[in-house]
């Protein structure tokens, strides 16, 4: 998988996909309403690297990236259903992200959708959020599975991963290197190219485990449904067939994500059910 795309595809990874794995449990530091998901805040490495300059890098990478995939053809339209559907589901769920991240209510959130075969998904620091048509229409995503996948990239960045992973390698140029430039490979798919140190920048096991926690719980209070985790996971699996995608092969370890949904549900389910009522009400 490295030699065509691999190291392109880093910079998805170090973006992060719905792609890896969990299997460290979450902490025990309760939540500011004391409902939802237990999340500890660690990253005393933040304070190395400040949030606006990997922002405002990742701000301009992002724009980087739509100008060219628009000059590609491979922006989806505004009108697009597909991109119209996950703004609406990016909407609902914004309202809730200030619990994890109280600047994220500054920010300037930007949802799109590209056309790529691949099976990824990334939000980067400061709302910057992408979807490729591979895992909408591969996997066949309900409207709550989008929701979160969406929660769970978004955790990424409320949490600033990115940023923590930044500050540990000690990078003296964050923008480029760090968020990857993205350019179309001569088959059509989006592809990152990124800089050989992005390798490093990978999230970490704990990192999929908080942005999965936080998916869930935004999902949840946006009135979707966080079991959906569940069947998104069973699908990816299936998807990997006889030769299982990028995201499976580094990390197996779905049925490790799918217990992590489960043995956390009792903590959002309460979330979604009042949602789902003020919704119908
Ligand atoms: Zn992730």
């Not at 979450?26 to 660690?42: F, I, L, N």
């Not at 949030?51 to 505004?78: I, N």
């Amino acid at each position: 998988m490295r030699a065509h795309s691999g190291l392109l595809m880093q910079g998805f990874r170090v973006l992060c996909a719905v792609a890896c794995a969990l299997v460290v449990s979450a902490g025990t530091v309760a939540a500011q309403d004391g409902e939802g998901v237990k999340v500890p805040r660690k990253s005393i490495f933040n304070n190395l690297v400040s949030a606006d300059s990997v922002e405002k890098s990742a701000a301009l990478q992002y724009s980087q990236m739509t100008r060219q995939a628009f000059q590609q053809r491979k922006l989806l339209d505004a009108n697009d259903p597909r991109t119209q559907r996950v703004r609406r589901i990016a909407k609902d769920l914004l309202p809730h992200t200030k619990k994890f991240n109280d600047r994220s209510d500054k920010w300037d959130w930007e949802v799109n959708v590209f056309d790529s075969p691949t099976i990824n998904a990334f939000c980067m620091p400061g709302g910057k959020i992408a979807f490729f048509t591979g895992i909408i229409d591969k996997l066949k995503l309900t409207d709550d599975e989008i929701a979160v996948i969406m929660g769970h990239e978004m955790g990424h960045a409320l949490w600033e991963h990115a940023r923590e992973r930044t500050a540990k390698v000690n990078m003296t140029n964050i923008g480029s290197r760090v968020i990857g430039g993205l350019l179309f490979g001569q088959a059509g798919e989006l592809v990152g190219a990124a800089g050989s140190s992005l390798a490093a920048l990978k999230f970490s096991r704990n990192d999929e485990t908080e942005a999965d926690l936080i998916g869930m719980e935004l999902a949840a209070r946006a009135g979707y449904d966080p079991r959906a985790g569940i069947t998104l996971w069973q699908k990816m699996s299936k998807a990997g067939g006889g030769a299982p995608p990028q995201w499976l092969s580094t990390h197996p370890s779905g049925q490790t994500r799918i217990k992590t949904f489960q043995d956390n549900l009792k903590d959002v389910m309460p979330l979604y059910e009042r949602a789902k009522a003020a919704r119908n009400g």
